[in-house]
């Protein structure tokens, strides 16, 4: 009789690291985590890493010769020709040899992916979108982070290095991105984005129930209120959604004509907004995407696992890559 397979799997963020058991059923039977505190060096988070991971597996009263692999969400990517974690921004790193940081702390088969394409893994194996083989998820939030799967497994281009859906051109020399760049989906669909938009708009009107419900302070506007205002039916909060959701329409029509994916997942706060988002999101893909009326276009969903995604798409890792 076969034993049980078990997999590691570790979403590293910014502020907090979590790390999670999963089985073969892609569910999490034990959980860890740790602030980042990511301002240290690679020698400190990396021993942390693999601290959370091990505490993650002795919480499952497991051992580490009980683990299949070892499976690392991070928000960068390894180039598969030098096995160099690229640009991990949060952390200041460049270039990094990641794999002989980890190995000196956990010996097992170590997988590091993107994150965003973790979590759309995670949705894919074990939330919303579990009943398809092929998806795109956007991660609405500070960033506006991507994952394609394709045959239930990540697609990241030839070197590995694809999927920045967030970064794909929206608008010709448009808003500059956190990337350098100007122009990109990020620059106008992100949490961050929406904020400036919000902020930009109150300079010129302030008659207007978003000031309301932030308190008069401009400081405190954010994606909740805005879509609050517009569901009591505030002009201003009613035109800025509306011309933000245009927007996003934009972005994931140009995915769905490249990839002609099932289904598109949204998480992050902005999904939060459930049917307020989802629903005039959906007509309006209908209106703007090539052949919707003679070959139909797949309904964007909303995720549903939060963080575990992330947890859960990292650990299997080793079935995808």
């Given at each position: 009789?076969?034993?049980?397979?078990?997999?590691?799997?570790?979403?590293?963020?910014?502020?907090?690291?979590?790390?999670?058991?999963?089985?073969?059923?892609?569910?999490?039977?034990?959980?860890?985590?740790?602030?980042?505190?990511?301002?240290?060096?690679?020698?400190?988070?990396?021993?942390?890493?693999?601290?959370?991971?091990?505490?993650?597996?002795?919480?499952?009263?497991?051992?580490?010769?009980?683990?299949?692999?070892?499976?690392?969400?991070?928000?960068?990517?390894?180039?598969?020709?030098?096995?160099?974690?690229?640009?991990?921004?949060?952390?200041?790193?460049?270039?990094?040899?990641?794999?002989?940081?980890?190995?000196?702390?956990?010996?097992?088969?170590?997988?590091?992916?993107?994150?965003?394409?973790?979590?759309?893994?995670?949705?894919?194996?074990?939330?919303?979108?579990?009943?398809?083989?092929?998806?795109?998820?956007?991660?609405?939030?500070?960033?506006?982070?991507?994952?394609?799967?394709?045959?239930?497994?990540?697609?990241?281009?030839?070197?590995?290095?694809?999927?920045?859906?967030?970064?794909?051109?929206?608008?010709y020399n448009g808003e500059r991105?956190?990337?350098?760049?100007?122009?990109?989906?990020?620059?106008?669909?992100?949490?961050?984005?929406?904020?400036?938009?919000?902020?930009e708009a109150l300079q010129e009107?302030?008659?207007?129930?978003?000031?309301?419900?932030?308190?008069?302070?401009?400081?405190?506007?954010?994606?909740?209120?805005?879509?609050?205002?517009?569901?009591?039916?505030?002009?201003?909060?009613?035109?800025?959604?509306?011309?933000?959701?245009?927007?996003?329409?934009?972005?994931?029509?140009?995915?769905?004509?490249?990839?002609?994916?099932?289904?598109?997942?949204?998480?992050?706060?902005?999904?939060?907004?459930?049917?307020?988002?989802?629903?005039?999101?959906?007509?309006?893909?209908?209106?703007?995407?090539?052949?919707?009326?003679?070959?139909?276009?797949?309904?964007?969903?909303?995720?549903?696992?939060?963080?575990?995604?992330?947890?859960?798409?990292?650990?299997?890792?080793?079935k995808t890559m």
């Open positions: 009789m076969e034993s049980t397979k078990y997999y590691l799997g570790l979403d590293v963020g910014g502020t907090n690291m979590v790390a999670g058991v999963v089985d073969e059923n892609h569910q999490i039977i034990a959980k860890e985590s740790i602030p980042t505190q990511a301002g240290r060096t690679i020698e400190e988070i990396t021993a942390d890493m693999a601290e959370v991971s091990k505490k993650a597996v002795l919480k499952a009263g497991l051992q580490m010769e009980d683990i299949s692999s070892w499976g690392i969400g991070m928000p960068s990517y390894v180039n598969p020709k030098t096995n160099l974690l690229v640009h991990a921004n949060c952390f200041g790193w460049k270039n990094v040899p990641i794999y002989d940081y980890l190995k000196k702390h956990i010996s097992l088969p170590t997988y590091i992916a993107n994150d965003a394409n973790c979590a759309t893994y995670g949705e894919v194996l074990a939330g919303s979108a579990s009943q398809y083989t092929d998806a795109i998820m956007l991660t609405l939030g500070t960033g506006v982070g991507g994952g394609i799967i394709m045959g239930k497994r990540i697609y990241s281009g030839a070197d590995n290095m694809g999927a920045e859906l967030g970064h794909t051109k929206l608008v991105c956190t990337c350098g760049q100007k122009g990109c989906l990020e620059a106008y669909c992100s949490s961050t984005a929406l904020i400036r938009i919000m902020k009107n302030k008659d207007t129930l978003i000031w309301k419900l932030c308190g008069e302070d401009e400081n405190k506007v954010n994606g909740e209120i805005l879509f609050e205002a517009a569901k009591q039916g505030d002009s201003l909060a009613k035109q800025i959604v509306d011309d933000y959701i245009s927007k996003l329409a934009a972005g994931i029509s140009t995915f769905i004509t490249i990839f002609r994916p099932q289904v598109i997942i949204l998480g992050g706060g902005i999904a939060h907004a459930g049917d307020l988002l989802l629903k005039p999101l959906n007509e309006k893909l209908h209106t703007c995407t090539f052949a919707a009326e003679e070959i139909g276009i797949p309904q964007v969903i909303r995720a549903e696992l939060g963080n575990d995604a992330g947890i859960i798409g990292a650990a299997l890792l080793e």
